[in-house]
């Protein structure tokens, strides 16, 4: 004797129960991932300093474009400025300080480097003539004013460049009256692929928790902001790099490190409007990897919670950000003994 059929919709709804129980994931889909949204294992709460190997590009074509502080990259040798420094007047400790360098600019292979903290041109082609010799580099420098501590934002490149220079423009100084300029800055125009680009670089006043210097330091990003604005109205692409000496209260870092000055704001606001605000590429890497600069508050040699933090950033505009296909902090070497900074390197899908 046949059992009856049960009816059409009891047997649907027997079957969707079953595949819900049995398969939890059959009416999943997977989340969308952007660049703004990344992943990773490690939190900020988690995180201890351990140097990571270098690092392995997913691409090796478009163009490979990175900032980085050199440390007071010098040849050791006449005035270095009133500055005091590991390798200051010694040409043997500044030869093996640039080598070091060497060493990171090798691991990073870029097209174009921005480098802070150099003396100058002749500091430079030693570093390229001694340790970059087969990497193509041509050198570019701008004479700065900081004679302080002498040092100055300098250029390699592989990419022709078609002009360089810097701007001595300057600003107002809150309500005091005075004015201040970027002492160390340079720009350089030239094509990345078929886009007219300036990159400019800087290196801004240090201290970022000290109030008495917020009102200078933000004066530096309104000049900043203005070159930013001449750039984009004469048509060119714009990036911003180098050592802000600041935080950026829109992207949090390692640290959750929180900004006293407008300056990050002020500069990638620069333009009539959102549409053309210029983008923080900090934002496009996990929070646990958002550290640039080791500050060393106890003298210790080694890299203590909590002295770690973002002050190095690269600031694309939208015809650049685009083209970005990857973003790597790179953190791979003890900053305590190479360079108290790390790296960016960003990869832009344009041809060279």
């Known amino acids: 004797m046949s059992m009856p059929r049960p009816p059409l919709q009891t047997l649907i709804a027997f079957l969707v129960t079953l595949c819900i129980a049995g398969c939890s994931g059959c009416f999943q889909t997977e989340p969308a991932t952007t660049p703004d949204a990344p992943s990773s294992t490690a939190t900020p709460e988690t995180f201890v300093f351990e140097p990571e190997p270098p690092p392995t590009f997913r691409y090796d074509d478009g163009i490979r474009l990175a900032t980085l502080n050199a440390e007071f990259m010098f040849d050791g040798a006449g005035d270095e400025g009133q500055a005091s420094f590991a390798h200051q007047a010694d040409p043997a400790k500044a030869r093996a300080h640039r080598d070091r360098i060497g060493e990171i600019l090798r691991m990073l292979d870029a097209d174009v480097v921005m480098l802070q903290e150099i003396e100058d041109d002749r500091a430079m082609q030693l570093l390229v003539d001694e340790s970059l010799a087969d990497m193509g580099y041509t050198v570019h420098f701008v004479q700065g004013g900081d004679y302080f501590t002498g040092q100055d934002v300098g250029l390699l490149s592989r990419i022709p460049v078609q002009e360089i220079g810097r701007t001595d423009e300057r600003a107002n100084v809150g309500a005091t009256g005075d004015t201040y300029g970027v002492s160390k800055n340079m720009y350089a125009r030239l094509m990345l692929g078929d886009v007219p680009t300036t990159l400019i670089g800087l290196h801004f006043l240090a201290r970022p928790t000290d109030a008495s210097r917020t009102p200078r330091r933000e004066a530096q990003a309104e000049v900043i902001r203005q070159l930013v604005v001449q750039e984009q109205e004469a048509g060119r692409a ?5 050592d802000f000496n600041d935080f950026d209260g829109a992207t949090l870092d390692l640290a959750g490190s929180t900004p006293i000055t407008d300056v990050m704001a002020t500069i990638k606001a620069a333009g009539p409007g959102p549409s053309d605000d210029l983008r923080n590429l900090m934002a496009d890497v996990p929070q646990v990897e958002r550290y640039t600069a080791h500050y060393d508050r106890n003298d210790n040699d080694e890299v203590d919670p909590g002295e770690l933090s ?6 694309l505009s939208p015809r650049l950000y685009r083209h970005v296909r990857e973003v790597v902090y790179v953190q791979a070497y003890d ?9 960016i390197v960003v990869n832009l899908g344009l041809g060279t």
């Open 238 to 242: 714009v990036a911003v790099l180098g």
């Open 310 to 315: 973002a002050l190095d950033h690269i600031l």
């Open 335 to 343: 900053p305590t003994v190479y360079t108290d900074h790390f790296p």
